[in-house]
């Protein structure tokens, strides 16, 4: 019987109380576990890293969850960052590395929010600190005020091409909404399948067929069972972590 693929997710390096812990999302563990059919194992950010190289090489994917922090943007020469805008240097260092790593193992990546925008950087991409004070873009922001499921609900209308159009089974589909900062110019070799009505950039997927690169800017792991599409973007996720799996043994 083939073996469950193994998917890490980086961790958030976050301050609870007086001490700092390694804390990912539980809603992006059970996402692995019931959209991908894998198993996931938290991926530390320390400082210094890990051996990224070793890590990839014991892994069958790789996922990258949205966070309480953002980019800072000296990665991306953005200029200094706002007041009150909350950083995670340590995860900045480790998935910065992950990602061309991951291309050039070959190790399958789903990216999400904040996992969107470290692709995009990572790849020698830039983003907007502030998309709301954008010309001509809407504001991307949850109500924080608001419970979680309409925090999560319906955002906006995304038009889709490309691998999104084919999960979805059409070429546009509403998606949730829970972010400050966006792309703002796209990285080499990385292709646009997702663009919201303001022009925002919101899916991404790598332009090598032999690699599995997708990043979405939404949340698809919030109640995935309940959302065909988002429930196939996991599951071609968890397949091409199979695939790889099934390689490596």
């Given at each position: 019987?083939?073996?469950?693929?193994?998917?890490?997710?980086?961790?958030?390096?976050?301050?609870?109380?007086?001490?700092?812990?390694?804390?990912?999302?539980?809603?992006?563990?059970?996402?692995?576990?019931?959209?991908?059919?894998?198993?996931?194992?938290l991926?530390?950010?320390?400082?210094?890293?890990?051996?990224?190289?070793?890590?990839?090489?014991?892994?069958?994917g790789?996922?990258?969850?949205?966070?309480y922090?953002?980019?800072?943007?000296?990665?991306?020469?953005?200029?200094?960052?706002?007041?009150?805008?909350?950083?995670?240097?340590?995860?900045?260092?480790?998935?910065?590395?992950?990602?061309?790593?991951?291309?050039?193992?070959?190790?399958?990546?789903?990216?999400?929010?904040?996992g969107?925008?470290e692709?995009?950087?990572?790849?020698?991409?830039?983003?907007?600190?502030?998309?709301?004070?954008?010309?001509?873009?809407?504001?991307?922001?949850?109500?924080?005020?608001?419970?979680?499921?309409?925090?999560?609900?319906?955002?906006?209308?995304?038009?889709?091409?490309?691998?999104?159009?084919?999960?979805?089974?059409?070429?546009?589909?509403?998606?949730?909404?829970?972010?400050?900062?966006?792309?703002?110019?796209?990285?080499?070799?990385?292709?646009?399948?997702?663009?919201?009505?303001?022009?925002?950039?919101?899916?991404?997927?790598?332009?090598?067929?032999?690699?599995?690169?997708?990043?979405?800017?939404?949340?698809?792991?919030?109640?995935?069972?309940?959302?065909?599409?988002?429930?196939?973007?996991?599951?071609?996720?968890?397949?091409?972590c199979?695939?790889?799996?099934?390689?490596?043994?």
């Amino acid at each position: 019987m083939a073996r469950a693929p193994l998917v890490g997710l980086p961790s958030d390096s976050k301050p609870i109380g007086l001490h700092r812990y390694q804390a990912v999302g539980e809603k992006y563990v059970r996402a692995v576990v019931q959209g991908a059919g894998a198993i996931p194992l938290l991926i530390p950010s320390l400082a210094p890293p890990l051996p990224l190289r070793e890590v990839l090489d014991g892994l069958d994917g790789l996922l990258l969850t949205g966070a309480y922090s953002n980019i800072e943007p000296h990665h991306y020469s953005g200029g200094p960052s706002y007041e009150g805008n909350l950083h995670d240097p340590a995860r900045d260092e480790n998935a910065l590395a992950l990602v061309p790593l991951a291309v050039e193992m070959g190790v399958p990546v789903l990216a999400v929010c904040r996992g969107f925008q470290e692709v995009n950087v990572a790849l020698g991409g830039s983003l907007y600190q502030k998309v709301h004070e954008q010309p001509g873009k809407h504001d991307h922001r949850e109500d924080l005020a608001a419970p979680l499921d309409v925090q999560y609900g319906p955002g906006h209308e995304v038009l889709l091409t490309g691998s999104l159009a084919a999960m979805a089974g059409a070429d546009r589909a509403v998606v949730n909404s829970l972010h400050g900062q966006g792309v703002d110019r796209i990285a080499a070799g990385l292709r646009v399948e997702a663009v919201a009505h303001d022009g925002l950039v919101e899916g991404l997927r790598l332009a090598r067929e032999d690699r599995f690169l997708l990043a979405v800017q939404w949340h698809p792991e919030w109640k995935l069972a309940d959302n065909p599409f988002y429930s196939r973007i996991f599951r071609a996720f968890g397949d091409a972590c199979r695939a790889r799996a099934a390689r490596r043994s």
